[in-house]
């Protein structure tokens, strides 16, 4: 559902996203008229019991009898509400801006754009419309103001790829190859609230043969065909309403040979006609021949909205079709649940994200380029096990980049690893019940044993691309052949005069995590961080000595910048945040790192607990870490805390015991707990490593605490010749090999850890052990819940003595953070609690704050989020005065920010 609060929204959204509505449409087709009551008004009460302070029942009062449950009244009162004409452009109303926003992300806005289109010019001579059609190929936003005068350069320092790809550029590469998809999927929750039992692929396999069976019949003359199509529409109309499986019909796989998806394969000579009809079935053939795919899709929904407007016999599928890309589109955007990223992971790894063919990075560049003009662009991408594939990744970037950049534009690429579910507990959750009693699950493989391995693989080979001479000289190849294809003497000079530049430095920006939050901790990435950034492949000097000889342009050194996305996705304010010190403490992020995100940093407590009627429900684990995580706090920072230490100390007394019972014999108390918690940083595949190369030694000290025994061993440095890559242990191990790399720490705790053999044994126990394991994740009993004012102080010690003093910046997405961070509205937005408008952080309640935090902007996923770098802009500004600031204020406010984006993405003093 939508965040939009007014009652006529929600009930539209509702409206056009429930399989009720199909329901209902079906029913209408096959004459039969059910009387039952109205099962959308029910699930809009399911879906929203307590998110939304709202009369229901109005609402859908609303619905049923101002706009009679009509699509296209529904069509027209949105259209009214949110566009405008002005000199033959239509043009986004700038005081609905932020709601429209909203509902994007809710509905597909290209049917809404086509029947506001039509409606307009209904009246007008054919040469006007054809006219006005052609000038309105996209909707405009008109600024009020000087914002893109004032902004000569501007920094997207937070934008995933793959997100920049629009709506329907997805929608077309995932319907036309709907009979492929493999999607592993069961049912889905993002169908709990639509009404139905279907999974995703039922859902875009029903979409895709409804189209192709509507562009069969609409462009064919043969009636044989048109009947057979018919008997076909019918049948299928009626699995989908009974609801059956209906990807195991495959007889339907012949509507994508036929269908809009694969157009070039038809013959279309009979919509050689001048009717409009006519002409958007030639336009949206030709586009699609094309590979226009934006422009196509346009076309398309002209095509059909005209069919609706005036009352097709197939109208009704039409609707039907309208809604089924209202729940894909849910589906791509992730709103259906308001949960922060909810399935994120099953998203990303699934075939309905998008297309990876190389034309489709053509797109991404052409998208980019012509909606952030003499813009800074940090893109992030996935890191690749191999060097070679993780160039090849982006060189088709590049090229299209170098093809078609305009002269102020910067690419830069960052790699980010994608967070991943702990299969060992996974698989412990599962066994446990049948194996509970055996030995051979007392000691499993390490916590996200599999996934520290793959990360590591990436990691490598990032490396090898900053030190490979293949990487690092690149060359720019001219065009070496006339029109002819031969090589001619001026093409001969020209490769003697070949320029070769720094193609890492200029094109690699540095690396990041991104994904389901509490799928991975920090702490797994903790080794990757610390290598890279103790690692002489990212100073740069390692090439200098290698490469003199390069006369053209000296090597610099690589500007690499460190990035984790953190405090995005959390189940628990706490979790949140203890997520952001972890990030901090154990990846070592300093001075010019940056944070993604970081709204449990910021975000209200008051509002974030609402949203989840005031319930926090954590696992044992989760809850005992966040209650050492408070304890910490308390004890580290001389603040008065509204809440007792000791019913904190009594929640982890409680816990631990019950988690650690029988697997420790040994007395611990809440500073070895401590100490166990900050030693995570420490890999544990590299301890097993590490141990089976000293397996005797360790096994003849005391059994019990054999990481301890390796600690003592491994600090003996002669011994380290024995241990492949050593400098990447060495970065692993922090706490096992003798380094100095706690100088400067913001705690003091390391200083002493190093002696604790209690904390050693906790440490392995929380990483291998399968009954510790089993116990953390079973559910805490109690709601683990403190006042409100308690997360805002934390929140303010974690700004005021850790970030601010670092020197971190935060990287703030507004409507990406709107859109699934449980937040309202744009002047909500945590970013005034971070950087407040004010010249100087006037004193609070609390009397915490007096720094304020460097913010940089980013627009995250673009293209599925519909928006840009201007628009985030514009709609700071709009809560910038929300808030109280005037123009002026909030313009001198904004320039800041993107001055600090600037400063980031040219430089970095980490």
Request: include cysteine; charged fraction near 25%; glycine fraction near 4%.
């Amino acid at each position: 559902m939508s965040l939009l609060k007014t009652k006529e929204h929600l009930a539209i959204i509702s409206f056009l996203n429930s399989f009720e509505t199909i329901s209902s449409k079906l029913e209408k087709y096959f004459h039969f008229f059910n009387t039952k009551k109205d099962y959308i008004l029910e699930n809009m009460k399911d879906e929203n019991s307590y998110r939304y302070d709202l009369d229901l029942d109005d609402s859908y009062r609303f619905l049923k009898h101002e706009l009679n449950l009509d699509t296209l009244k529904v069509f027209d009162y949105l259209a009214k509400r949110h566009y405008k004409i002005y000199n033959g452009k239509i043009y986004i109303c700038n005081d609905t801006f932020e709601e429209y926003q909203l509902l994007g992300s809710s509905i597909d806005l290209n049917p809404l754009m086509a029947h506001y289109t039509l409606k307009h010019t209904d009246g007008l001579e054919k040469n006007n419309r054809l006219r006005f059609i052609d000038n309105n190929r996209d909707v405009d936003f008109k600024f009020y103001g000087d914002l893109e005068k004032r902004l000569v350069t501007y920094s997207d320092l937070h934008i995933h790829l793959g997100g920049a790809l629009p709506f329907e550029v997805r929608l077309h590469h995932l319907l036309k190859d709907a009979n492929t998809l493999d999607l592993k999927q069961q049912n889905q929750k993002l169908f709990k609230h639509i009404g139905c039992h279907f999974t995703v692929a039922d859902i875009v396999f029903a979409t895709s043969i409804i189209e192709n069976m509507l562009i069969s019949l609409y462009i064919n003359n043969e009636q044989e065909v048109i009947d057979n199509v018919k008997n076909d529409l019918n049948y299928f109309l009626k699995l989908l309403k009974n609801q059956h499986s209906i990807r195991e019909y495959i007889s339907f796989r012949k509507y994508n040979i036929t269908g809009i998806r694969h157009i070039h394969k038809v013959e279309f000579n009979n919509h050689n006609g001048d009717t409009f009809e006519d002409m958007f079935a030639n336009k949206m053939i030709q586009e699609f021949q094309n590979n226009n795919i934006k422009q196509g899709d346009r076309y398309l929904m002209l095509f059909f909205l005209n069919k609706l407007q005036h009352k097709d016999s197939y109208a009704l599928v039409i609707e039907i079709y309208l809604v089924l890309r209202n729940i894909i589109k849910q589906f791509m955007v992730q709103q259906h649940k308001r949960e922060g990223l909810g399935y994120f992971s099953l998203y990303s790894s699934s075939k309905i994200r998008r297309d990876k063919k190389e034309y489709e990075k053509k797109i991404i560049i052409d998208h980019l380029l012509h909606v952030q003009l003499n813009s800074n662009i940090e893109g992030r991408i996935s890191a690749s096990s191999s060097s070679t594939d993780t160039i090849k990744a982006i060189k088709g970037y590049i090229d299209n980049f170098e093809a078609d950049k305009n002269n102020e534009s910067q690419l830069k690429f960052v790699f980010h690893f994608q967070k991943s579910e702990d299969k060992t507990v996974a698989t412990i959750k599962k066994l446990y019940s049948h194996f509970k009693n055996s030995q051979s699950l007392l000691y499993s493989r390490p916590r996200w044993s599999n996934h520290r391995k793959e990360i590591k693989q990436q990691a490598l080979a990032i490396k090898d691309i900053l030190s490979n001479p293949t990487y690092r000289k690149y060359p720019l190849y001219p065009k070496l052949t006339n029109k002819k294809g031969k090589i001619t003497q001026k093409s001969i000079h020209k490769l003697k005069n070949i320029q070769y530049f720094d193609y890492v430095n200029y094109y690699i920006g540095g690396i990041d995590v991104a994904g389901k939050e509490f799928l991975t901790k920090p702490e797994v990435y903790a080794p990757i961080y610390r290598n890279f950034k103790k690692s002489i492949e990212t100073s740069g000097k390692v090439l200098q000595r290698d490469y003199p000889y390069i006369e053209t342009e000296q090597l610099k050194e690589i500007d690499f910048k460190y990035t984790y996305h953190v405090g995005e996705d959390f189940r628990d304010i706490l979790s949140g945040l203890r997520a952001i010190f972890e990030a901090i403490l154990f990846l070592d992020l300093k001075d010019g790192d940056r944070i993604g995100h970081g709204l449990a940093l910021g975000i209200d407590p008051k509002l974030f607990l609402s949203n989840r009627n005031h319930e926090i429900k954590l696992s044992k684990q989760e809850a005992l870490d966040n209650a050492l995580f408070v304890y910490y706090i308390i004890n580290r920072y001389n603040v008065e805390f509204t809440i007792a230490k000791s019913s904190v100390e009594e929640i982890i007394y409680g816990l631990s015991k019950d988690i650690y019972r029988n697997t420790i014999n040994t007395y611990f108390n809440i500073d070895d707990l401590m100490d166990a918690w900050f030693l995570r940083r420490n890999c544990p595949n590299e301890v097993i490593l590490c141990k089976d190369l000293f397996d005797n030694r360790v096994y003849q000290n005391d059994i019990k605490n054999r990481t301890y025994q390796l600690k003592m061993i491994l600090q003996q440095k002669h011994l380290h010749h024995f241990i492949p890559n050593i400098d990447f242990v060495k970065n692993a191990l922090p706490d096992f090999i003798a380094n100095n790399d706690n100088n400067g720490s913001i705690h003091s705790r390391y200083n002493h850890l190093h002696n604790n053999p209690i904390a050693y044994r906790l440490y392995w126990l929380y990483m291998q052990d399968a009954e510790v394991i089993f116990r953390g994740e079973a559910n805490y009993e109690h709601n683990f819940l403190f006042h409100e004012d308690f997360y805002e102080q934390v929140q303010d010690v974690i700004m005021e003595y850790i970030v601010a003093p670092k020197g971190i910046i935060i990287e703030s997405m507004l409507s990406s953070n709107i859109l699934i961070g449980g937040i309202s509205k744009y002047s909500q937005h945590p970013i005034f609690r971070f950087k407040p408008i004010e010249k100087t952080i006037m004193p609070n309640r609390f009397n915490i704050r007096t720094k304020k935090l460097s913010v940089v902007l980013g627009t995250d996923n673009p293209g599925i989020q519909n928006t840009t770098y201007i628009k985030e802009l514009y709609h700071l500004k709009e809560a910038c005065i929300q808030n109280g600031a005037t123009p002026q204020e909030a313009y001198q406010y904004i320039l800041e920010i993107v001055n600090e984006g600037n400063h980031a993405f040219a430089h970095s003093s980490a």
